[in-house]
């Protein structure tokens, strides 16, 4: 089965400081990887996804098939990176299915 | 400029109520999902479709069904709304060819 795990529900660090959120995943055959960003009073966006391999906003994650991860990091952080990061996963490159999100982790970047 | 449009933003219902939440794409993609939104918990899978009239369950499908008559669009039905389904529901679209899934602005949806 497929499923994704953020283990914190909020992370506060402070401006200029380096950030990294959390996401391991279970699943069977080869995913494919998502970070998603939801800002105050805005709609679900996508981040990044792994097969990009690009930096957005100064963030990046790296897929690790060893120990099932894909943190999200940066680092230095801004304010305006205070935002909800939802980690997601689906079946390998354009084959559809599913997408599975983790619970997500509230980044609060302080002055 | 992509679109995901949900009907409402706001809803209020009673419980025992049939509730239908509507949402259109115009993006031509294959694939929609309906997620429910709720704090700690994350986005739950409830249903999702990957062509018309074909639809396929998510973690939470109970006391949910769907219907996709047509491409662009996808309704969530709530045979018989309870208060343990007030939420913050989300629609997403997602083409086969294009990996990134666009999102509605959401329903928030009390049952009273």
């Known amino acids: 089965a497929q499923r994704v795990t953020q283990p914190e529900k909020l992370l506060s660090v402070f401006k200029g400081a380096p950030v990294e959120l959390k996401c391991n995943y279970s699943?069977?055959?080869?995913?494919?990887l998502f970070w998603y960003v939801q800002y105050s009073r805005q709609r679900l966006q996508l981040l990044l996804r792994h097969i990009s391999r690009e930096s957005i906003k100064g963030f990046t994650a790296d897929l690790n098939k060893g120990e099932t991860s894909f943190h999200l990091k940066k680092p230095f952080a801004q304010e305006e990176d205070s935002a909800m990061y939802y980690c997601a996963l689906t079946r390998g490159y354009n084959q559809g299915g599913k997408l599975i999100f983790g619970q997500g982790t509230e980044l609060s970047v302080k002055p | 400029d992509v679109k995901v449009t949900q009907s409402s933003r706001y809803l209020v219902k009673r419980t025992g109520e049939k509730v239908f939440l509507e949402c259109v794409q115009d993006?031509?993609?294959?694939?929609m999902f309906w997620y429910r939104q709720d704090p700690g918990l994350g986005l739950r899978l409830i249903y999702f479709s990957y062509d018309v009239k074909m639809k396929e369950k998510g973690d939470i499908p109970e006391g949910y069904s769907v219907s996709r008559e047509k491409k662009e669009r996808f309704s969530l039905i709530l045979e018989s709304a309870s208060t343990n389904q007030t939420s913050m529901y989300l629609c997403?679209?997602?083409?086969?060819?294009?990996?990134?899934?666009?999102f509605g602005q959401g329903t928030r949806l009390t049952v009273v």
């Open positions: 997403a679209s997602r083409g086969h060819m294009n990996t990134e899934a666009f």
């Open positions: 993006m031509d993609h294959e694939n």
């Open positions: 699943y069977s055959g080869s995913p494919e």
